[in-house]
């Protein structure tokens, strides 16, 4: 079994050289905290063009390098690049020498734990997984936004303090997450943060094709007061047709969608079923009312008779 390598702390600098690999959206912005702090970036690596521009933005004069020359320069290294490339790259820092004993190496994703880290452990490097809980723009308003933002951490029992000493320099606040439990966690994130991206973004067009002219002012009000609703009162805070339990209303916006955005109507009926899972669950929709709007929601977006719904009811809208 692998054990860490942990120099004498008394003997490693109070500030830090810092390297980013793979200058993304997330590596840049954190580097440039950790500078916020007194660290110091050094080097970075990065191939699209428009990674040589993030990097060039937000960390000025920071030379661009290869990855294994990032290492060769850091005391710290932010290994930013996408969760599916994340392995490979360490197998092959690890396997070419480039990881040196002692060497801070810090993965930013979110569905890997310290384990896959293994491979530059054995090479001497002090594993940290830190995933911040924000999304990013590639620009300077990301350096903001992590005050405050909360990090997964994971890492090996002896370095949890290094771990959270470092998001607390960045301004974020750690959360420890287990290594079994980082998919979960990040499950979570995702079905959260991403796919509101997507719902909202349906939303504006829907709007938009019903004659609004500003749907971002329109539901920005709406949606800060739905999110901070929610955030306080879960579930409690649910509203709407599908809560109230109006089955002709739900059916008439099947068939409004079904006419004028046919691919959004599988993403409505799935959280319309959810929602209503949740809101029979906890009180909020009554079983007389349920299962009109639960035949509505079965029968989908073509009804067995051709219509939307099972009881031809849009006219209730």
């Known amino acids: 079994m692998s054990t860490v390598h942990q120099p004498d702390l008394k003997d490693r600098p109070a500030r830090l050289t810092v390297g980013v690999v793979g200058a993304g959206r997330v590596g840049p912005a954190l580097a440039a905290s950790l500078q916020l702090a007194g660290h110091r970036p050094v080097a970075v690596s990065g191939v699209s063009d428009a990674s040589r521009r ?10 661009l390098v290869p990855p294994a020359e990032v290492l060769q320069r850091a005391d710290l290294v932010l290994l930013t690049v996408p969760d599916d ?48 809980a924000m999304t990013f723009t590639g620009t300077p308003v990301d350096v903001q936004r992590l005050a405050g933002c909360s990090f997964g951490v994971t890492a090996p029992g ?18 420890w997450i287990s290594e079994e439990n980082r998919p979960l966690y990040h499950a ?3 079905l959260g943060a991403n796919h509101l991206v997507t719902l909202v973004a349906q939303s504006m067009e829907l709007l938009r094709t019903a004659g609004v002219g500003a749907p971002d002012r329109m539901l920005g009000p709406l ?30 916006h099947v068939a409004e969608l079904r006419e004028h ?3 959004t109507v599988a ?24 299962e009109d709007l639960l035949g509505v929601l079965a029968d989908g977006p073509d009804g067995p008779d051709g219509t939307t719904g099972t009881n031809g009811t849009e006219g209730n809208a």
């Open 54 to 63: 993030r990097a060039a933005t937000m960390l000025p004069d920071v030379p």
């Open 85 to 132: 490339a994340l392995p490979g790259l360490v197998d092959g820092l690890a396997e070419t020498g480039a990881v040196r004993p002692g060497q801070l190496l810090v993965h930013t994703s979110g569905r890997y734990g310290a384990k896959v880290l293994d491979p530059a452990l054995r090479a001497g490097a002090l594993p940290l997984a830190l995933h911040p």
């Open 158 to 175: 002896e370095l949890r303090l290094a771990a959270e000493a470092l998001v607390i320099e960045m301004g974020g606040e750690p959360e």
């Open 188 to 190: 979570a994130l995702a």
């Open 223 to 252: 949606l800060g007061a739905a999110l901070d609703n929610a955030l306080r009162s879960g579930d409690a805070a649910l509203t709407g047709p599908v809560a109230r339990g109006d089955a002709g209303t739900v059916a008439a």
């Open 261 to 263: 955005s046919p691919q």
């Open 267 to 290: 993403g409505y009926l799935a959280m319309a079923r959810a929602t209503a899972d949740r809101a029979l669950a906890h009180g909020l929709l009554k079983p007389e009312l349920a």
